[in-house]
Every structure is written in C-alpha cells, then in structure tokens.
C-alpha cells in the first residue's frame, strides 16, 4: 500500500502564510488521485475543506487554498487565524482506495 | 438539519464482532458513496472502506479485506460495517462519511478492542 507523507507539525504566526504538502511513495500526486483536505480540531470529527485538488465547500474559508505543487498537493493557508490551529489531513486515492496522509498539527502562533 | 449518526461501537473481545450503523437525515444519502474512516486514539485518520449508491461496489484496505464488510439499506437510508475477528488495532472511534465530496461527517462511534 502507498504512504502519503505530510510534516508532521507547522508554526505560523497570526496573519501569517504557511503551505502545508503531500506526498505520494508512489511518485508525483496528481490531480488524478483526487486530493483532498480536511482539518480536525481537538475532540471534534474531521470537517472537508478541499476536494479534488483545489475545489472549496460553501464553508471553506476563503483563505484556504489547494493546489498542486512540486509533484505534491498543496494547502495553503493565507492570513491564519487563531481558529486555525487544528490538525490537517490530506487524502489521495489510488485507483478507488483511499490513502490518508499522517497529519500536520498546525500551531498559530 | 443533515446529519450522519453512527452507533453500534463497544468493548468487544479479540477475535469478536460489532455491527457499526450510518444513518443519514436530512439528505438523501442513497445517491452518493458513503465511507468509513477511523482513528485510532491519539493517532492520525485512516480510510477503511466505501460502498457505492446502490451496493454494487465495494473497496476495502488491505488491514480488514476478508474481516469487514460494507453494506447498505437504502430503503433505512443507512450503511452498515459489518467487523469480524476484530483485532486490538481496531480500536479505534469509526466515522462515516457521505454527500458530494465527503461533505458531511458523523460524530464517530468508539470501538474498543480488548479482553
């Protein structure tokens, strides 16, 4: 089975910008693995930000950002806000199965 | 209001079954794939399984192929995962997940694993 690799962890400071990757053991992540990205607050369930690389849901702040990036998929974040902080997951698909990445846990501060 | 409940999680003992629900409200769940994630405590997401609109199709991770299946009642508006020979690494809270691009989450249920 593939590994998505992500940073473990990421600071940024309040108002600041910070992107946060995904990788594939496989090779380039591409639109065709269909990457997604959700953020998880502490004691919360997981909430959809992007889907299929780059595509927002009606709540996804608009200083979030999907992208494709040096062969990886990409979130960024543009001016952070305390609310932020939360842990982020990306998510790719290899054929019809679906690969977690392990997280970045996104400090603002 | 959309909501995805799941129920169904416990203490079972190795080697056990559960029977996990996903009932959907609010939305027509029937039309869109439905997944089951979980996370294990303290550790990061994993994808475990889906199951398409009419339960025709069905994928699995490699960790639970041959021990849990994916079901679905449309006519309950809910999915099932059915966990056989469960193993302490199941631990974990399962989450289903539905509508238009994984739009809508459950809260989890808690499955435990131990003697």
């Known amino acids: 089975q593939a590994v998505v690799t992500q940073e473990p962890s990421l600071t940024v400071s309040p108002g600041g910008t910070v992107t946060l990757t995904c990788g594939s053991s496989?090779?380039?992540?591409?639109?065709?693995?269909?990457p997604y990205w959700f953020q998880q607050r502490p004691g919360q369930a997981p909430r959809t930000l992007i889907y299929?690389?780059?595509n927002k849901h009606s709540w996804t702040p608009a200083r979030f950002s999907g992208s494709l990036l040096g062969g990886k998929a990409a979130l960024t974040l543009s001016g952070a806000q305390p609310e932020d902080e939360a842990d982020y997951y990306c998510?790719?698909?290899?054929?019809?199965?679906?690969?977690f990445g392990g997280g970045t846990k996104l400090t603002v501060l | 209001e959309v909501r995805l409940v799941e129920s169904g999680g416990g203490l079972v003992q190795p080697g056990g079954s559960l029977r996990l629900s996903c009932a959907a409200s609010g939305f027509n769940s029937n039309i869109y794939w439905v997944t089951w994630v979980r996370q294990a405590p303290g550790k990061g997401l994993e994808w475990v399984a889906k199951i398409n609109q009419d339960g025709s199709e069905n994928y699995y991770v490699d960790s639970v192929k041959g021990r849990f299946t994916i079901s679905r009642d449309s006519a309950k508006n809910s999915v099932y995962l059915q966990m056989n020979s469960l193993r302490d690494e199941d631990t974990a809270v399962y989450y289903c997940?539905?509508?238009?691009?994984?739009?809508?989450w459950g809260q989890g249920t808690l499955v435990t694993v131990s003697s």
């Open positions: 997940t539905s509508g238009g691009e994984a739009a809508y």
């Open positions: 299929e690389t780059s």
């Open positions: 998510l790719v698909f290899y054929s019809a199965t679906g690969v």
């Open positions: 496989t090779g380039s992540v591409t639109s065709g693995h269909y």
